[in-house]
């Protein structure tokens, strides 16, 4: 009788072998320990030494308000708006380290400690942060866009995280590996998928269908109202899983050697 992985190339079963030998997704780089405690320091900060006062101000400097860009685009000089030009332009990064309670910290660290390690591990720390914070921008930007004029916050680094699940998507799922073996291989040395093979090839298509379905429910039904951070802002996550997922091939280190 064949053994079952008789009938995959050498590759794939070396790429099996690895998976097996391989830490698991929660040991994670220094890079996304250090990203994950600038977040809750950030909270911290905010919870326990920040005036009620001090802390509407940083999150009307460093959060995205798309009633400001709004009003920017409008005319309306920067001396009559809460935030001034640098902060605009800073926020769309900015609104990663900002949480709207611990819930939403614990949250975002988890599905950064599953997502980022493999890209982490990938990039190494400085292409894997730049990458991050670009996912972010690009959900901000669609929540303004979407948002348009709307007196409403965006805080969190849920579209930075899902820049980096839409980014690992190209890496877990390389040469036919399935999703939990995938997040636990050794993704520094395999070939990655292609931005059309993401789209189409049957693993990667599903997990994307999935997680976008979750995300337009979550935009449709809608957490809280006006000021209130509570509300999931489900279309940020979709536009940053698709920013990583584009923009991972910009980022991206070629394969090394596997070791011996």
Known sequence: MNHPDDDFPEDRRASRRQAA???PAFNAPASVLLTIAAIVLVHLLRTHWLSPRADTELLATFSVIPSLYEAWWRGVPLSQLPADGWSL??????HFFLHADWTHVAMNALWMLVFATPVARRMGSAR????????????????VLLHWGQDVLLVGASGGV????GA???LIYAEG??????LRRDVRHVRPLTFAQALTLPGPRAFMLVWIGINILISLVGFGTGQDMGRIAGEAHIAGFFAGLALFSLFDRPASPPRT
């Open 177 to 182: 590996m399935p999703l939990f073996i995938g």
């Open 162 to 165: 899902s820049g980096l699940m």
């Open 128 to 143: 894997f942060l730049a990458l991050t914070l670009l996912s972010a921008a690009a959900g901000a930007m669609a929540f």
């Open 21 to 23: 030998t391989a830490g």
């Open 168 to 170: 690992s998507v190209r």
């Open 89 to 94: 332009v800073i926020a769309p990064f900015s």
